[in-house]
């Protein structure tokens, strides 16, 4: 518009918006991936769980993942 002058960009806020424009990207991704290695794997809990470890700072963890399918 004619008269004003043009305001100063907030590269920080672009940055964030931008990052968080990704991760939702990435978070839809992976769920449509996660989504295809489930379906098909039946009611089995040797199919339907999975066990990872890992060690961070001298201190050992164990994640256990469960997965349930429910209909909508």
């Known amino acids: 518009?004619?008269?004003?002058?043009?305001?100063?960009?907030?590269?920080e806020?672009?940055?964030?918006?931008?990052?968080?424009?990704?991760?939702?990207y990435q978070v839809d991704k992976l769920r449509a991936r996660l989504a295809e290695k489930i379906v098909g794997r039946g009611d089995s809990s040797a199919n339907s769980q999975s066990v990872y470890t890992f060690k961070n700072k001298?201190?050992?963890?164990r994640v256990r993942?469960?997965?349930?399918e429910m209909e909508l």
Not at 1 to 11: A, F, N, S
Not at 13 to 24: D, P, Q, R, S, Y
Not at 65 to 68: F, G, S, T
């Open 13 to 24: 806020l672009e940055n964030i918006v931008g990052n968080l424009l990704i991760a939702e």
């Open 58 to 61: 001298d201190k050992l963890f």
């Open 1 to 11: 518009m004619k008269g004003q002058e043009p305001k100063e960009r907030d590269l």
């Open 65 to 68: 993942v469960q997965i349930d």
